[in-house]
């Protein structure tokens, strides 16, 4: 191919040549596509990272471009509504048409196959509520005996993600709808920028192992800064980040070309370099030491909510915080699990499909464990990983869950369309980048209403189907409401495959 790529760009300028010589001068536009192709072809042969653009000139090239449409050509021109991933398109569309407020209803009957293994879903009741009777807007309120600023939170929320991961313009449109619909936002552990403040909409501050937005020069944490923040009006609740399930044991990643000066100042880093926090936090070494660390933080804190986020892992390491609670006295006011299912804007691919357990798995077993050491009653449990319906939200509640959060469903309220570019700074629907010329496009009033408008769906879709089953809060949603078929002739209920830990079982 190299000779015969050779042999065709001498041929083509001859001719050119020729046919010029001969006094038809408008052959030399011909020349727009061919010196293009010329040129393209010689750096092919002359560059050494690609060895088939070196075998093929020209040609090579094709293939790159094609493993880049690849993706786009399968979503719009291939997918059925089950396929794609991470979110199939059912699911993405749902929410693009709460978001907007555009009628919700299928026709016709379900695309799922109800019979193959893995189908969940509800029984219904004969004394279906009726929708008038249930509150609209449920909420559950965090803080244990040692809080002393309560918070009450929305069941459905804005699962942690950092400036720097999402641009200013996602970031605002976020808060702003936060703020519309009365729900929180998690400011991810990118610390607190102008953009969280602006609307006024409810922050959960998270506290990485980065420390950004309350470090010392070393990466140490520092009381002051965070008391200064901790005590903002806006901040509501304070989670520690243990681990996130897309990457659990990792550390938070930003890429260089993401960090700019803003950004890296808001964090107390260098700009343009990449930052990977710490896979732990330095402030504590054992889970004693870790509980005291929530006390410190409540302290600091005047008595705000303090909770700490994980994918749950070892399980004995889990029972061993449940023991320092009681050793203690110290308990957090919330846990959030995070499954291994769940989204993150740069991971390693190893640790996004391979490590962390997935959310019903490691819910029912934190449920279960801070139910037998008699802790439960203390301390909310939130969720994240993949919810986006409220029949999501419903199987959740009955493993234990008091709220939940969205991260991915939240973008694709802003208009996300899964294009997976959210690493490379090139998102083109301007949320995941911070190239000025692509935020612009997100135009952050009328995402606002979007993201404000999506929740309040979702949490109506729920309240309907809790009342369908016949139940009219949160709390009474139990494990035998959602069954599973977990064999073509075999079904079960949660409750059997999630067996209910007694209170106190384990004390
Ligand atoms: C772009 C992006 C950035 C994220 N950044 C953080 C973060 O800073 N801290 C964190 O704990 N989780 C982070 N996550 C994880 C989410 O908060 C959430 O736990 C996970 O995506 C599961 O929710 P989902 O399935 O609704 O996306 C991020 C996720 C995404 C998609
Ligand atoms: S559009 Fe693509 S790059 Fe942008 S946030 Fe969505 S998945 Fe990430």
């Known amino acids: 191919m190299r000779r015969q790529f050779i042999a065709f760009s001498i041929l083509s300028l001859v001719a050119v040549g020729i046919t010029y010589y001969l006094y038809w001068p408008p052959i030399l536009w011909s ?4 010196l293009p192709l010329i040129l393209q072809g010689i750096y092919d042969l002359f560059q050494h990272k690609h060895t088939l653009r070196r075998n093929f000139p020209v040609l090579g090239v094709g293939r790159y471009l094609m493993e880049d449409l690849r993706p786009k050509i399968y979503q719009y ?4 509504e089950t396929d794609g991933t991470p979110i199939n398109r059912m699911f993405r569309s749902i929410v693009y048409q709460r978001a907007k407020g555009a009628l919700s209803t299928n026709p016709f009957g379900t695309k799922i196959n109800v019979y193959q293994t893995g189908y969940e879903w509800a029984n219904h009741s004969i004394m279906a509520l009726n929708h008038e009777d249930l509150d609209p807007h449920p909420r559950t309120l965090v803080g244990g005996p040692d809080c002393k600023q309560p918070y009450s939170a929305s069941i459905f929320n804005i699962s942690a993600m950092s400036f720097g991961a999402l641009s200013k313009n996602a970031i605002l449109a976020l808060n702003g709808g936060a703020s519309k619909g009365g729900f929180a936002h998690n400011t991810g552990e990118g610390s607190i920028s102008s953009y969280h403040l602006k609307y006024g909409g409810d922050l959960i501050w998270q506290i990485g192992t980065g420390h950004f937005g309350c470090r010392n020069e070393d990466g140490s944490f520092n009381g002051e800064k965070f008391r200064e923040k901790a005590l903002l009006n806006n901040v509501k609740m304070i989670e520690i980040k243990l681990s996130q399930g897309a990457k659990p044991g990792h550390g938070g990643i930003l890429p260089a070309e993401k960090n700019t000066p803003e950004i890296a100042e808001i964090r107390g880093v260098e700009p343009y370099t990449r930052v990977d926090s710490p896979p732990t936090h330095k402030e504590f070494t054992n889970v004693e030491e870790m509980m005291f660390f929530i006390q410190k933080l409540r302290d600091l804190s005047d008595g705000k909510p303090i909770g700490f986020k994980l994918c749950v ?14 050793n203690t006295g110290i308990k957090p006011d919330f846990i959030t699990v995070d499954g291994g299912e769940g989204g993150t804007g740069a991971a390693p691919l190893e640790f996004s499909n391979s490590i962390g357990m997935p959310l019903r798995d490691g819910l029912a077993f934190v449920h279960d464990a801070l139910q037998g050491y008699d802790l439960r009653k203390d301390i909310k449990l939130f969720a994240s990983g993949k919810i ?34 959210c690493h490379s700074n090139n998102c083109p629907t301007g949320i995941a980048t911070q190239k000025n010329h692509l935020i612009k496009g997100l135009d952050v009033e009328d995402k606002i209403n979007r993201t404000a408008k999506f929740h ?9 189907f809790m009342g369908a089953t016949g139940v009219n809060s949160t709390h009474k949603i139990k494990r035998h409401h959602v069954y599973r078929r977990v064999s073509q002739d075999k079904i079960k209920t949660y409750a059997e495959i999630y067996p209910q830990v007694k209170i106190g079982e384990f004390v």
């Open 456 to 464: 309040s769906e979702t949490v109506k879709s729920f309240v309907e």
């Open 388 to 421: 986006l319906t409220g029949f999501h939200m419903f199987r959740l509640f009955a493993l234990g869950a008091d709220a939940c959060y969205s991260a991915r469903g939240m973008m694709l309220s802003l208009g996300c369309i899964q294009a997976l570019e």
């Open 313 to 326: 892992g070892n399980k004995l390491e889990f029972t061993d915080i449940c023991i320092a609670m009681q």
């Open 77 to 80: 021109f291939i997918e059925s």
């Open 31 to 34: 020349l727009i596509v061919i």
